[in-house]
Structure formats: C-alpha cells, structure tokens
C-alpha cells in the first residue's frame, strides 16, 4: 500500500502556535522533508520529536521529489514542511504534491500558522475578497509592471516583502496605484509583532525615519478610489435594480465594491 504525504503547517514564530494534530503526525510520520534541516531541528527538538529529516528546498527540489515518490510508493508516510508557515505558499512543495497526485498517493493537508491569513485577519482592511501575489518581483521595472497589472483589481492586494526593499515597494505603490490605503504586518508572532496603518506615502514615511527595517514584513494594499465610488449606496443599488440584477444582488455587489457588509449597504436602501 503506498504511504501518504502529509503538508504540515508550522508556527512562523510563536512556537505555541503549533497544532496538536500537527505535533502528532511529525511524531508518527516516518520522514519528514524539511525546507532547511536546521531550522527544522530546533522545532522537532524544541518538542521532544525524533524523526529521520531529508532536505528538500527549491535547488534540489526536482531530484528530491522522485525520491520521496519512491518512498511514499513503497508504505512510508512522510510529512513536508518549510520553515515557516504553510509549505507551498511561497515556499518549496508544489512539485512533490503535484507528484504524488499524479502518483495516487494521498495528499492530506494540516493546517496551521500562515502568515498571509494572520496578516489579512488583523489587518483591518475588506477581507471579502482578496488575492496574494507571493514576493513582488526584486527588480524596479518588474515590480511596477505587476503593480500595473492589478490596477483593475477590486480587492485587497497582499504580497510578502523583504525588509530591505519595501520603501522603494512602497514609493512604487503611490506612483502606480495611488496614495492607497496599505498596512504593513512586521514580524507577526513574534516579540516585536508590528502593524503600520496609513496611506503608502504614511507607512513609508514611518519607516524611513528609522535606522533600519528589519523582520518578515506581510504587506497589504487596499482598494483603490473609483468614480463608482463616489455614487450614492442607494442609487447605485438602483442602477444595478434597473439592469435587471435582483435587489440582494445588488445589494451584495455593492457591499463587495466598497468593503462593506451587506447589512450596512441594506440599511442604506431600506
């Protein structure tokens, strides 16, 4: 019978963050396949567990990934993690998942810390509808044309970001976006957790009257102003009434184009 891989989500800081389901199965797995043996060491080690490791990181990503098939296909259960947080989101993992799919190995996801939903949740920007763009591209040019290319979006916008590039991100932000509103989410459970709230030219100007910027920074971009927006609740409702959308739906589309909740928007056209 062929093993099964699980993806196992650890903390990304608060070590207490861990699940027990997750603990259990790092515990009776028979490998698990880590981003970085180190850093995984001292999470196994902080709780007791002792279990054969095997790298697999995104350089030896595609050799590893037959070998841990061949393993799954003879019985052994196996347990992938990154570092940090959920493993595939921004992290090693695709490859092997889509692998042992293609393999009919059972894929049995175990959730936990991610640093995108933990950021998104206190953010205190619409969380109606979202889309994360992993890590902007490093180069200037790059990184602008995938600002461009979500201009039209109409949700919040959440990507990750290195320390030492997210004041030249965040000057690319007003001059391809405008001064939207932006929270960064620094170092989040960990000791010196931060949120900085504002207009991209706000945050930024916080930022660079420090020494440094240091940490893990989630970054988070609200919508944008529209000319739609400036059109009163109640008679953008009825626009949409008189296009032939049932009045809940428009109600609910009004309450998505402007991050609010569908009761706010009720109250306004009742």
């Known amino acids: 019978m062929p093993g099964t891989l699980y993806v196992v989500a650890t903390p990304i800081g ?12 790092l515990r009776e797995a028979d490998l698990i396949a880590c981003e970085d043996t180190r ?9 007791g567990i002792a279990k054969p490791t095997l790298s697999y990181h995104e350089h030896n990503e595609a050799a590893r990934a037959r070998e841990l098939i061949a393993k799954l296909q ?19 993992g695709y490859r092997l998942v889509t692998a042992a799919i293609e393999a009919g190995i ?21 969380t109606d ?9 490093a180069k ?9 290319e979500v201009q039209a979006e109409r949700c919040t916008l959440v990507y990750y970001e290195a320390p030492h590039r997210i004041l030249e991100t965040l000057t690319d932000i007003e001059t391809v ?31 660079a009257a420090r020494p440094s910027v240091k940490g893990e920074i989630t970054l988070l971009i609200g919508k944008g ?3 739609a927006a400036s059109t009163p609740i109640d008679q953008a409702v009825r626009e949409l009434e008189q296009q032939g959308m049932p009045r809940m739906d428009a109600i609910k589309q009004v309450a998505r184009e402007r991050g609010l909740s569908k009761r706010e928007v009720y109250k306004q056209v009742t």
């Open 14 to 25: 608060n070590l207490e963050d861990i699940t027990l389901r997750a603990l259990r199965v």
């Open 39 to 47: 850093q995984s060491g001292k999470l196994l080690a902080h709780f």
């Open 74 to 92: 003879a019985g052994a259960s196996i347990a992938l993690v990154s570092d940090a947080g959920t493993p595939l989101v921004s992290d090693p």
């Open 106 to 126: 059972s894929v049995i996801p175990v959730p936990g810390a991610s640093a995108l939903l933990g950021a998104l949740a206190a953010a205190g920007l619409p």
């Open 129 to 137: 509808a979202f889309r994360f763009g992993g890590f902007l591209p």
């Open 140 to 148: 200037p040019s790059q990184r602008r044309k995938a600002l461009e």
């Open 177 to 207: 976006l405008g001064d939207r509103p932006v929270v960064v989410a620094r170092e989040l459970t960990k000791l010196h957790e931060e949120f900085l709230r504002g207009t991209a030219t706000e945050v930024r100007a916080q930022l």
């Open 225 to 227: 102003a529209t000319a």
